[in-house]
């Protein structure tokens, strides 16, 4: 049975950094496309970034630009979130997703069939 092991998310403060991470159990990530969203209470699930194998450059939401980086380790067949300069409003639940490969990612949530239970992150001070 497929499954994720997700895990890293806690109480930060404001201006830290935070890494949480996927384990996936019984298949490899090793050509899937991955991605990372997070459902802030009272708001609809917002896709954060996704990376592919086909060569494609990963993609990241506004709200994250310039302060993450997603990556995969495929000895692992882990994955990867790192979120830096964080701010209250970055509070939600992460999850991680895969996907069938593709040449580009997407951020369309419909892309990804395989999903983490999520993990919290609270940022406050």
């Known amino acids: 049975q497929s499954q994720f092991v997700e895990s890293g998310g806690g109480l930060v403060q404001p201006g830290e950094s935070l890494k949480v991470f996927c384990a996936a159990s019984g298949f490899s990530l090793a050509s899937d496309t991955i991605a990372w969203f997070r459902r802030v209470p009272g708001k609809e699930l917002e896709a954060l970034s996704c990376?592919?194998?086909?060569?494609?450059?990963?993609q990241y939401a506004d709200s994250v630009k310039g302060r993450s980086t997603i990556w995969r380790d495929n000895t692992k067949s882990t994955m990867y979130f790192h979120l830096s300069s964080l701010k209250p409003e970055d509070t939600g639940l992460y999850y991680c997703?895969?996907?069938?490969?593709?040449?580009?990612?997407?951020?369309?949530?419909?892309?990804?069939?395989?999903w983490g239970q999520g993990t919290q992150v609270t940022v406050s001070s």
């Open positions: 997703a895969t996907g069938p490969w593709s040449r580009s990612c997407s951020l369309l949530r419909s892309w990804y069939t395989k």
């Open positions: 990376t592919s194998t086909g060569g494609g450059d990963p």
